[in-house]
Nanobody, 115 residues
Framework: QVQLVESGGGLVQPGGSLRLSCTASGSIYNLYPMGWYRQAPGQRREMVAH???????YYTDSVKGRLTISRDNTKNIVYLQMNSLKPEDSDVYLC?????????WGQGTQVIVSS
């Protein structure tokens, strides 16, 4: 089993920044692709960013140039640096980790962008 715990969410003004963290623990014996989705109440989850085992990255168009995903392989942590935040970035952000057998999810961390 793999456990994922997110942190770093909160309330921030438009134009502000936050850094989300996702710490993976449990049965982790290799590097795995990880990333972030976001979800508003009653809405589908939207892919935000993905980072491969070689640190290659993918971003959805709406966050390119504002959000940066990175990973610390020594600590099994993936980060999401969020800059120039907009009200439409307000969502619950969920971390995931992909093993060959399944995708694991964290519980999510709330981000609210409001003045």
């Amino acid at each position: 089993q793999v456990q994922l715990v997110e942190s770093g969410g909160g309330l921030v003004q438009p134009g502000g920044s936050l850094r989300l963290s996702c710490t993976a623990s449990g049965s982790i014996y290799n590097l795995y692709p990880m990333g972030w989705y976001r979800q508003a109440p009653g809405q589908r989850r939207e892919m935000v960013a993905h980072i491969g085992t070689d640190s290659s990255t993918y971003y959805t168009d709406s966050v390119k140039g504002r959000l940066t995903i990175s990973r610390d392989n020594t600590k099994n942590i993936v980060y999401l640096q969020m800059n120039s935040l907009k009200p439409e970035d307000s969502d619950v952000y969920l971390c995931y980790l992909d093993t060959p057998r399944e995708r694991y999810w964290g519980q999510g961390t709330q981000v609210i962008v409001s003045s």
